[in-house]
């Protein structure tokens, strides 16, 4: 494997990113510096959409390795509301973070609440799922909403089709996405603010070359790549990535959208990604789902009741350096809040520990060979001798 040294970096207001070393996979690490702090690529974002990473204090976040979070404008903007939150100093201020913050425009809520929404070409109405009072976001409102909360990152607001969808319906959002990322860009935005571009065309690589080359012509400050793993299989979901990144400018950041098992992590690095989001972590941990270096942890087993071990002996997390897997099934069984929020502490230390041993990997010029090594791990947990998984 050869490496291109390289300073691909781009420049807007207070923000950069620098590519310092791109492997032959295509495998990057950079920096992206904002007004909040500067962050090592690739990273992972834990989702804080309301806020909050769900049951954990900030610096039990930043102790994790993280030094960005996502929330979502679209929930912010029902509660509290976007003007009670810049009254409040903005929203680093209003939740105590002092790391970056990526703000989703609300766009994925057309999906995830299509009974409650309706589109035009002026944004969407969409009815509250809090009291069923009507608003409109479009995409000159998405934006004040996410000036107002003064996130680092802004999403524009873009039109996610379902899936499945028809390749006539995947091209209008692609039309009507490449439409409102222009009304998006006429909006103001604060100094130390960066707005991405969201790529959409469902499964269809025409589309998302149609997508990512108006997007592109625009110049943004970055390029996600949206309306992915809603339900098509992996391999179609890697050969859209792999046909956007072929087409992105090299000094801009590139974000998969919502995409988080482990192995979609590597995978996605792999093709030459930088940021991440998922609320596979935190929501995994509140269900008890534990992700360890040979695979996962299903906490609630009847395997783990006298269990005196942690839940992986390779991992520093303080969780594993304290508890044993039998506690930890105990407080699940029980419905204790500790337990939940101690499985959530681990995940996110998991996570964070795998970015950096992605990072390093790359630096080191063995990419390859620790992706290997991923998989041969959980392959060997795989053919373990079997063990009775009943409940009690």
Known sequence: MTFSESQSIATSGTNSFSVYQTSASGARVGLL?????????????PVGSQGTVKGLHPEE?????????????YHLFLRPGHELIESQGGLHTFMQWSGAILTDSGGYQMVSLADLCKITEEGVNFRSHINGEWHMLSPEKSMSIQVALGSDIMMVLDHCPTFPCTKLQAQEAVKRTTRWAKR????????????????????????????????????????????LSLGEEKPAMFEMIETVVALLPTNRPRYLMGVGFPEDLVEGVARGLD?????????????????TSTGRVLIKQARYKQDPNPIDPDCTCPVCQRFSLAYLRHLFISREMLGVRLNTVHNLWYYGRLMAELR?????????????????RRESATHAPPVQDAVN
């Open 33 to 45: 510096s904002t007004s909040h702090g500067e962050i090592e690529t690739p990273a992972f974002m």
């Open 61 to 73: 976040v930043r102790d994790a390795g993280f030094r960005m979070i996502l929330a979502n404008a």
């Open 184 to 227: 998006c860009v006429d909006v103001p935005k604060k100094a130390h603010q960066w707005m991405f571009g969201i790529i959409q065309g469902g499964v269809f690589p025409d589309l998302r070359k149609e997508s990512t080359k108006e997007l592109a012509a625009l110049d943004m400050d970055g390029y996600a790549l949206g309306g």
């Open 275 to 291: 940021l991440f989001d998922c609320v596979i972590p935190t929501r995994h941990g509140r269900t008890g789902w534990l992700f």
């Open 360 to 376: 390093q990997a790359i630096r080191d010029n063995r990419f390859e060979d620790y992706r290997k090594d991923f998989y041969r």
